[in-house]
């Protein structure tokens, strides 16, 4: 257990008065894009559909440099971290946007970055960062799957770089994706391949998800692969994997903060409307300590998020630290969230319900990030694995 | 004729399981929500043509004349097989063809019931209001008496199945004077009648049994009015003990608590002792919930009143379905994803639908915070 | 899982409904004999004393026919059953009764009436059922024990019968007995021994437990029984213990849905009758569903104690089935109990807190009660064993 | 005299800690309960020297005059090291002196000050009544001004530690006529006064630390009054920053989960998925209790007010507690029945008497009730 008095909150620095200024300017940006409720109609709109996110929307997105914020400047980026990531990723799910930023800016982004490959980083980062090019992380292959280093893809050695051979399943962003990065066993280990789309296009087929957003699967027979795609080689692929994963993990938590905070926030406003037996309902005491409930789960996830990201900015993070710190505030949205969501339709009666109310879209997102890189259950117990050590001892 | 109530309990359940077994289609098997009509029709075409289509209406009116004893056996026996619609049939059987038995007129009965009994009307029931639901008696749909019709205007929500129906019954409000559960007239209506609108509401499970009927100066006969003028509070709230049962059935968290079984085996949770501590306690619910469902079957069966704290039953029933459906969910994980509605081929489970279907339970049949209302003030007497 | 409609409910039988009247009579005598407070007074003044029971009560529970109402009326008792003496157990609960009547009648007297030894049982079980000689079982030897047939105190053959050595501890009802009876391995497998009090005294220190009641612990280093006293040779004594344990959980939840139906009237009265904001605070709608959620607990146990009793009257019930049965009773009864009786703390405010409040003294009983033989956590993994052939499967 | 205040937070925080672990009786750390002020006494005379009896006093009434920040750090290695007493000393060092010094009289500060500051005076708080515990305001514990005294007769109620206290702050009726939270007057009263009676009333724990106190005709000089005339509520309701954040500090939770891994390790329970699984909930529901702590002690440091929201805090704080010694109850199992109060010799460790002793924290700071009431309310804007 650490002090309650973290070294973060330390007298005020001029970094720190900094960051909040930048933080407050990159709230202020979301807000006024997310603002109304003109994205929630888009991803009602878009539900079903392939696949399933709009260009002018993601083109807006790469010129408000949000799918540039890790990217290192000298890559086009904006160079910023995840503290600034998440406030995006927090208005993000706030306003139910279907575009798939957290799977491809934080998770395929990540890999690209963290991987070895500076040539191709010069060369897909930039488009990413632009809004040109849209990459998705392809590395399950089985639903049963819950480890990234457990690869049984193939990848064989030809003259001018590798063929791959397996399946990928559940590439969250694959449908919309320009290409996919597959992680493949070569003869020296785990690497990870980059696969534009036309190359992948003879094997992809896809799934709805349970928030009409659809899903990619990959069957591979033998996909080539140039030596200059490789993303990162044996030396370098399981450490970017784990670390985007853990990224991933940490960013999700915070779109699925945002939009447990705003199905609350709508919930609150049907109970000081609706009335039933001449009076408000949020006036009934057992609604209320309800409401109280789901207030203190959002508060619960918005302080524990703020800690993970302060000790994400530690430079000497140890792996094993930054997994307990991700799998802790996982397991903590997507329990909260899910809670949150579900009585939000209980308290809306019969119209929460109804597929026409906006927090049945609410429900079913956090349905999908809840579950996505693996739900409560999995993140608790990553979390005794590595960091109650007394556990295992 | 028979007279099934002087059957033997055993050799009665193994009749109506024999016929059920034989001929209700194995694919509407434990479906996870109400099929269409046109669905499970020929269904209750054989239940017609076998004289079994209203086990608990009087042999006179077409019945099957049914003891409450024979009935939950009769009803056991189907949802044991998965048997879809609430084990009775349509709202007209279940519910209206008691209500003119009980409150009609003979020229209703004579008029209304058999078609009721052979399908030929299907009805359903105009209750909810979107400014009445939990407080159903506030509603404002009006019906004004004009010469020898009512005019009705207004609108009536969350009307299961009108999309499927011919005919709704339904409360409407034809005095404003006094209290607000007077004042409310029970009325019949032809959906094919103008100014009537229905609209189907798709739900989140994906379905569309929900709708909203939209009332715009429809007019019914006053023949159409069952019981007296401003009494309709009273016959639609006389609900008879295997109506009010019904959803407490612990029939619906079996079926759920066998799908998490299933779930369990194909992703083999039964080795993991977390799971199976959890799992236990879900058996352990659900065995307790048959206990207490039990209890009230056997008064009903005694002929012993049901008493307000029926919510007790109807609140285990509903929450232990949601808490079951929940866990199926969370131990599913990431395959949770990628199963399409309705899945059972390949040991693939669908933990999605049952868990959104699941979330009406604890809403439909009276909020859980309405039951727990009544068991405060009229079981406990808490002060109001 | 069985039937919703099972058998026990059949067509009335001029059986049941003389079981019904049999029943009726039980518990009319019952409720005069524990009416008004005077037993939970004496419960209060007898806490942290020894034996901490009083003998006065125990003849007149003896004249009321209870201690012998599960023994034959060969052996002087009445020759009920199970359903019976669950109406007797539950009226002692609500009574807070500190006498340790299911210990010694259900628990030693069951191991008794269930060994071979009919000569003894001719011996012990009239004076049982008189009042005049309390019996206790000891069969636990360490506070890990779970298992009534792990039995490593050793009984060492002698020319006249056994020696004993071993210890063994929370032995309930223990203070209060005129004798024990011990489980030790034979050469011939488990052997169940009687010890009459003179006999163990040398050996014998007291635990106070939860609820002011005392436990005894008993080492053995040599302790003489004659072969007249075994109770059950090993032919016998496993299948004595394991009937007897089954059928003391039935009656302990008896106990406890007696006393937490008792600790919720209490509750619901103050709820009544205490007044906050102008007001009796059972009339906010938050405590007002919270004694909602309470009473369902207890309905649930009822409803469900009379399903397993009516199981227990099956003769053709095997083994594992009544072990299922009881574990599911005790598991649910024991969790019921013990949520009930600490929210009957909560409900009372401040006033709960205080040791002078009688729903402290509930909440101690059902601490007591909920974890002797083993609580929820242990019974819901024991039916599981028992009953849910898929997880071991 | 030290500027405490200037000097770096890790020095600080050294300082404290060296002094505490050097000084603090072994034996005492982490007590279940509340210990009696004999037990105690030596060490608080030990701080009385060093000079660090009152840290949150300005200096110029001898306190060490901690900023908020400072405060915590103090406060935190108490806490770490398992001092007793709530972190700051008695109520009248903790609650008292701040009080006197924003609403008393100089007359009173010199008069009272020093003699709480050398524990020479030992202050209970007489705020609860048997018909005043959530509803405070409506106290009816009367004061009538007679010449220069003041006659007091009623009966406080929940008084801790009035048997170990030579003197309480009390608040009583002086006027009855507007509303309930006017009319209140805040006043001191010597315990050895004629009229008063003080009567230990144990708990279910089996300590004796709160009590009953009647007040027949107890007369107290008007000197002794706090605050203005009908002003006591006032008094009686500015807490500080840091006395509010008291209540909600995780360090009672993260006791309790320390006994827990004891207990765990003593049974071998980390071998056991189960509980591994249900610990780790718990763990984390700790390591988020403190983010939540955290986030409130920061605001305090930055001189920002605590709102409402703090409820958040205390409700977590508290069920957080609970949740931690119900779950150590439930997988001692009936090892529970045997262990001592209080032992944790011989890797035996005591599960009942936590469980027992935390029933207080949703009660005593309010209850859960209340805290549920004011974040519906006051920062949800849920309608009344």
Redesign the interface.
């Known amino acids: ?6 070294a973060a ?3 005020d620095s001029a970094d720190s008065g900094e960051l909040q200024e930048r933080l407050a300017l990159l709230r202020n940006s979301a807000s006024r894009y997310t603002a109304g409720d003109v994205h929630v109609k888009r991803a009602r709109a878009l539900r079903g559909t392939q696949p399933g996110f709009d260009r002018d929307a993601w083109r807006q997105m790469a010129e408000l440099g949000w799918l540039g914020t890790l990217i290192p400047e000298r890559f086009g980026g904006v160079g910023l971290g995840c503290t600034e990531m998440a406030v995006i990723c927090e208005a993000l799910g706030r306003a139910l946007l279907p575009e798939p930023v957290t799977a491809a800016a934080v998770l395929a982004g990540g890999v690209l970055l963290y991987g070895d490959n500076e040539t191709l980083k010069a060369e897909l980062a930039p488009a990413l960062a632009a809004g040109t090019l849209i990459p998705a992380l392809a590395w ?1 292959e089985s ?2 799957d ?1 480890d990234m280093l457990a690869v049984e893809t193939r990848a064989e050695q030809t003259p001018r770089g590798v063929k791959l051979y397996g399946s990928k ?2 590439i969250i962003g694959g449908a919309a994706a320009d290409g996919l990065i597959v992680s493949a066993q070569s003869s020296g280990g785990i690497g990870l391949y980059w696969v534009p789309g036309a190359a992948a296009a003879p094997g992809l087929s896809y ?4 928030d009409g957003r659809a ?1 990619a699967e990959l069957v591979m027979s033998g996909v080539e692969v140039p030596a200059a795609h490789c993303v990162a080689g044996p030396g370098a692929a399981s450490a970017a994997l784990e670390r985007a994963y853990d990224e991933a993990l940490v960013m999700a938590s915070a779109e699925l903060l945002g939009l447990s905070t705003r199905a609350l926030e709508i919930t ?1 406003e049907y ?2 409307t609706r ?6 309902i ?8 309800r ?3 789901l ?2 789960q959002q ?2 996830c918005r ?2 998020l ?2 993970v990201l302060a000790a994400l900015q530690r430079p000497d993070l140890a792996a094993e630290e930054r997994g307990a710190l991700a799998s ?1 505030i996982k ?2 949205c997507s329990e909260a969230s899910l809670r949150i969501t ?1 009585d939000a ?2 308290m809306h ?2 119209m ?5 109310c906006d927090v ?1 879209l609410y ?2 997102r956090a ?2 990030l809840a ?8 993140h ?2 990553r ?2 694995r590595l ?2 050590k ?4 | 004729m028979h007279d099934w109530n002087n059957m033997n309990d055993d050799d009665f359940r193994k009749e109506v399981r024999r016929f059920i077994e034989q001929n209700y289609p194995q694919d509407l098997r434990f479906l996870p929500h109400r099929p269409r009509f046109s669905v499970i029709k020929p269904w209750l075409m054989l239940l017609v043509e076998k004289g079994w289509a209203a086990p608990h209406w009087p042999v006179q009116y077409g019945g099957m004349g049914l003891s409450p004893r024979k009935l939950l056996i009769y009803m056991d026996e189907q949802g044991r097989w998965g048997v879809a619609r609430q084990f009775l049939g349509e709202a007209g059987v279940v519910q209206l063809g008691p209500m003119l038995i009980r409150f009609g007129s003979e020229e209703q009965r004579a008029r209304l019931l058999p078609k009721i009994l052979r399908y030929e009307t299907i009805w359903c029931q105009g209750y909810s209001e979107p400014n009445a639901g939990s407080d159903l008696a506030s509603l404002s749909t009006e019906a004004l008496l004009d010469g020898d019709e009512f005019a009705i205007n207004g609108r009536k929500i969350w009307t299961s199945s009108a999309l499927d129906s011919t005919h709704m019954f339904l409360i409407v409000r034809t005095d404003k004077t006094g209290k607000k559960q007077q004042g409310i007239t029970f009325l019949l209506l032809d959906l094919a009648t103008p100014g009537v609108t229905v609209r189907g509401i798709k739900n989140i499970a994906g379905t569309t049994d929900y709708c909203e009927v939209t009332l715009d100066n429809a007019r019914t006969a006053r023949s159409n009015m069952v019981g007296e003028l401003n009494q309709g509070w009273t016959v639609s709230r006389n609900l008879l003990g295997f109506e009010r049962i019904n959803t407490g059935s612990p029939r619906r968290s079996e079926f759920a608590f066998k799908r998490l079984e299933a779930l369990a085996r194909e992703r083999g949770l039964f080795k993991d002792a977390g799971f199976v501590d959890r799992y236990a306690q879900l058996a352990l619910d659900l065995a307790d919930l048959k206990a207490v469902y039990v209890h009230f079957a056997d008064l009903l069966t005694r002929g012993e009143p049901l008493g307000p704290d029926l919510s007790v039953l109807q609140l285990l029933s509903s929450e232990t379905n949601q808490r079951i459906t929940e866990f199926m969910l969370e131990v599913s994980g990431e395959l949770g994803l990628t199963v399409a509605p309705g899945e059972t081929q390949n040991e693939r489970v669908d933990a999605l639908t049952p868990f959104l279907v699941m979330r009406a339970v604890t809403i439909g049949a009276g909020t859980s915070e309405i039951h727990r209302n009544i068991i405060s003030r009229h079981v406990l007497k808490l002060p109001g």
């Open positions: 257990m650490t002090d309650s008095l973290p909150s330390s007298e399950r639903v049963h819950t399943c559940l799934r709805e998800l349970p899903s609150l109970l000081r009335v039933q037996f001449g009076k408000p949020g006036s009934f005491q057992a609604l209320q300590h409401a109280a409930d207030y203190i508060r619960m302080h524990s703020d800690e802790r397991a903590r579900r339709i209980q009666g019969a929460g319900f109804a597929d026409e049945g429900l079913k349905l999908t579950a996505w890189l693996g739900g409560a259950l999995l608790r117990r979390y005794a960091a109650l007394e556990t295992t001892a």
